[in-house]
C-alpha cells in the first residue's frame, strides 16, 4: 500500500517554528498498526481505490462542469505512515506558504531555544498526526508534489483505514470506496479546476499569522473575561468547545482572519460532500445507508474519542462539513450548479462565514 514517501524540508533550513521531521518520527512510533487484512484482500483493494479515484474524478467534473479539459490521474494509495509523512510535508509546505505571504518569519529566541521550541512543537504536532491517522480516510493535499503535468497536488487514500472502515459500517467494498474517492476528488478538481485557490488560501493563513504576531499579552488580558464566558455556556449546556475559546480570546482583527479560513474550508468540505452524495446514486447504490452510517460514526465514539476530537478541533471540522454542505444543497437548489460555479470566479465571490449560514445572503449579493 505504499506510495513514494515525501520529502521533508531540511532540519538545515531556518527559522522554523516546527521540526516536521521530529513530528513524523513522533507519529510513526506511536501510530497504532493498520488492520489485519487477507494480503488478496488488500491488493483488490489498493486496485479498486486506484481504478476508482479516475472513475470518481470523471462523475465530478461531469457533475460540477469543473476541470472538464484537465488531465486526470490515480490516487496515492499509501498506509498509514506514508499518509503521516505526505500529512506533514504538506502541512510544512501550507505553513512555508502563509509565512512567506504574512512576510513573516516565526521567532527563535536565540539557536538553541529555538531548536528546542522547534522540536517540542514538533513532537506535539506528532501526537496529534498519529491520532489522525488512525482516522483519515483520505486526503488531498493542494501542496504535495503531483506526478502529472497540468496536475498540482496529491490525492492520498489511507488503505487500512477506508477498509476498517468500510467492514465496521458493514456496507458493499466496492460502493464505499467509490464514495470516498468521490469527496477526494472534488477537492482535487477545486483546487486544479480554480486557479487561484491554492495562493488564496495560503495568502488568508497568511493573513490569520501575521495578526497572532505579538498577541500573547493581549491575549491574557482578555483570559479572565473567557473562564467567565466559557462557564456561563458550561451551564447553559451549550459549551463552545476549542474553537469557541479560542474565537473569544481573539481580537476583532484576528477573529476577522480565522471566519475567512472557516468561511473557505466550510464550503470546500461542504461542496465535496455535496458532490459526493449527488453522483452517489449513479454509481453508489447503497449511498443513502452509506451516508447514514457514516455520519452516525463521525458523531459517535467513546469518550476518550470524543475528548481528542474536541480537543484537537475535529468535531468542528465534522461542523463544517455539516454546514458547508447544507450551504451548497440550498444554493445548488435554488439556481443550479452553473450559477452556483460563480463562488469560483474570483475571491471576492467566496461566502463569508455568515453567508455559509444565510446562503441567500450569498445568492443575493452574487446574483443581485
Same mark, same amino acid.
Given at each position: 500500500m505504499n506510495a513514494r514517501p515525501a520529502t521533508l524540508p531540511s532540519s538545515a533550513e531556518a527559522p522554523r517554528a516546527l521540526d516536521w521531521n521530529v513530528a513524523v518520527g513522533t507519529a510513526v512510533r506511536l501510530?497504532? =498498526?493498520? %488492520?489485519?487484512? %487477507?494480503? @488478496?484482500?488488500?491488493?483488490?483493494?489498493?486496485?479498486?481505490?486506484?481504478?476508482?479515484?479516475?472513475?470518481a474524478e470523471t462523475h465530478v467534473r461531469?457533475?460540477?462542469? &469543473?476541470?472538464?479539459?484537465? %488531465?486526470?490521474?490515480?490516487?496515492?494509495?499509501? +498506509?498509514? =505512515?506514508?499518509?503521516?509523512?505526505?500529512? @506533514? /510535508?504538506? #502541512?510544512?509546505?501550507?505553513?512555508?506558504?502563509?509565512? !512567506?505571504?504574512? +512576510? !513573516?518569519?516565526?521567532?527563535?529566541?536565540?539557536?538553541?531555544?529555538?531548536?528546542?521550541?522547534?522540536?517540542?512543537?514538533?513532537?506535539?504536532?506528532?501526537?496529534? $498526526?498519529?491520532?489522525?491517522?488512525?482516522?483519515?480516510?483520505?486526503q488531498f493535499d493542494p501542496y504535495g508534489e503531483s506526478r502529472v503535468e497540468g496536475q498540482r497536488g496529491r490525492l492520498l487514500l489511507v488503505a487500512p483505514n477506508i477498509v476498517a472502515a468500510q467492514q465496521? #459500517?458493514?456496507?458493499?467494498?466496492? +460502493? /464505499?470506496?467509490?464514495?470516498?474517492? &468521490?469527496?477526494?476528488?472534488?477537492?482535487?478538481?477545486?483546487?486544479?479546476?480554480v486557479p487561484w485557490l491554492r495562493e488564496h488560501f495560503a495568502a488568508s493563513l497568511g493573513q490569520l499569522l501575521s495578526q497572532m504576531e505579538g498577541g500573547s499579552a493581549e491575549l491574557l488580558t482578555r483570559l479572565p473575561n473567557v473562564v467567565r464566558?466559557?462557564?456561563t455556556a458550561r451551564r447553559a449546556e451549550s459549551s463552545p468547545g476549542m474553537l469557541g475559546v479560542l474565537e473569544l480570546l481573539q481580537s476583532p482583527e484576528q477573529r476577522a482572519a480565522l471566519d475567512r479560513i472557516? @468561511?473557505?474550508?466550510? $464550503?470546500?468540505?461542504?461542496? @465535496?460532500?455535496?458532490?459526493?452524495?449527488?453522483?452517489? =446514486?449513479?454509481?453508489v447504490p447503497s449511498v443513502g445507508t452509506i451516508r447514514q452510517r457514516f455520519t452516525d460514526r463521525r458523531n459517535g465514539g467513546g469518550l476518550l474519542d470524543r475528548i481528542l476530537r474536541s480537543l484537537l478541533g475535529v468535531d468542528a471540522k465534522i461542523r463544517q462539513y455539516a454546514q458547508g454542505a447544507a450551504f451548497t444543497d440550498h444554493v445548488v437548489g435554488r439556481i443550479g450548479?452553473?450559477? /452556483?460555479?460563480?463562488?469560483?470566479?474570483? %475571491?471576492?465571490?467566496?461566502p463569508t462565514r455568515a453567508e455559509i449560514t444565510a446562503?441567500?445572503?450569498w445568492i443575493r449579493r452574487v446574483h443581485g
Amino acid at each position: 500500500m505504499n506510495a513514494r514517501p515525501a520529502t521533508l524540508p531540511s532540519s538545515a533550513e531556518a527559522p522554523r517554528a516546527l521540526d516536521w521531521n521530529v513530528a513524523v518520527g513522533t507519529a510513526v512510533r506511536l501510530m497504532k =498498526p493498520g %488492520p489485519e487484512v %487477507p494480503r @488478496a484482500e488488500a491488493g483488490r483493494a489498493v486496485r479498486s481505490l486506484r481504478r476508482f479515484s479516475v472513475d470518481a474524478e470523471t462523475h465530478v467534473r461531469e457533475t460540477t462542469g &469543473l476541470g472538464l479539459d484537465l %488531465p486526470i490521474a490515480e490516487g496515492d494509495v499509501v +498506509d498509514r =505512515p506514508d499518509w503521516v509523512r505526505g500529512a @506533514a /510535508f504538506g #502541512l510544512a509546505e501550507l505553513t512555508g506558504a502563509a509565512l !512567506s505571504a504574512a +512576510d !513573516s518569519v516565526p521567532p527563535r529566541g536565540g539557536e538553541l531555544l529555538g531548536e528546542i521550541s522547534a522540536r517540542s512543537a514538533g513532537v506535539q504536532a506528532g501526537v496529534v $498526526l498519529a491520532y489522525l491517522g488512525g482516522k483519515v480516510l483520505g486526503q488531498f493535499d493542494p501542496y504535495g508534489e503531483s506526478r502529472v503535468e497540468g496536475q498540482r497536488g496529491r490525492l492520498l487514500l489511507v488503505a487500512p483505514n477506508i477498509v476498517a472502515a468500510q467492514q465496521s #459500517l458493514g456496507v458493499p467494498a466496492d +460502493d /464505499f470506496l467509490m464514495w470516498v474517492c &468521490l469527496h477526494e476528488s472534488t477537492h482535487r478538481v477545486q483546487f486544479n479546476a480554480v486557479p487561484w485557490l491554492r495562493e488564496h488560501f495560503a495568502a488568508s493563513l497568511g493573513q490569520l499569522l501575521s495578526q497572532m504576531e505579538g498577541g500573547s499579552a493581549e491575549l491574557l488580558t482578555r483570559l479572565p473575561n473567557v473562564v467567565r464566558e466559557a462557564r456561563t455556556a458550561r451551564r447553559a449546556e451549550s459549551s463552545p468547545g476549542m474553537l469557541g475559546v479560542l474565537e473569544l480570546l481573539q481580537s476583532p482583527e484576528q477573529r476577522a482572519a480565522l471566519d475567512r479560513i472557516i @468561511a473557505i474550508s466550510t $464550503l470546500l468540505e461542504g461542496h @465535496a460532500d455535496h458532490v459526493m452524495d449527488a453522483v452517489g =446514486p449513479q454509481v453508489v447504490p447503497s449511498v443513502g445507508t452509506i451516508r447514514q452510517r457514516f455520519t452516525d460514526r463521525r458523531n459517535g465514539g467513546g469518550l476518550l474519542d470524543r475528548i481528542l476530537r474536541s480537543l484537537l478541533g475535529v468535531d468542528a471540522k465534522i461542523r463544517q462539513y455539516a454546514q458547508g454542505a447544507a450551504f451548497t444543497d440550498h444554493v445548488v437548489g435554488r439556481i443550479g450548479m452553473a450559477d /452556483f460555479n460563480a463562488v469560483w470566479a474570483h %475571491p471576492d465571490n467566496l461566502p463569508t462565514r455568515a453567508e455559509i449560514t444565510a446562503p441567500d445572503t450569498w445568492i443575493r449579493r452574487v446574483h443581485g
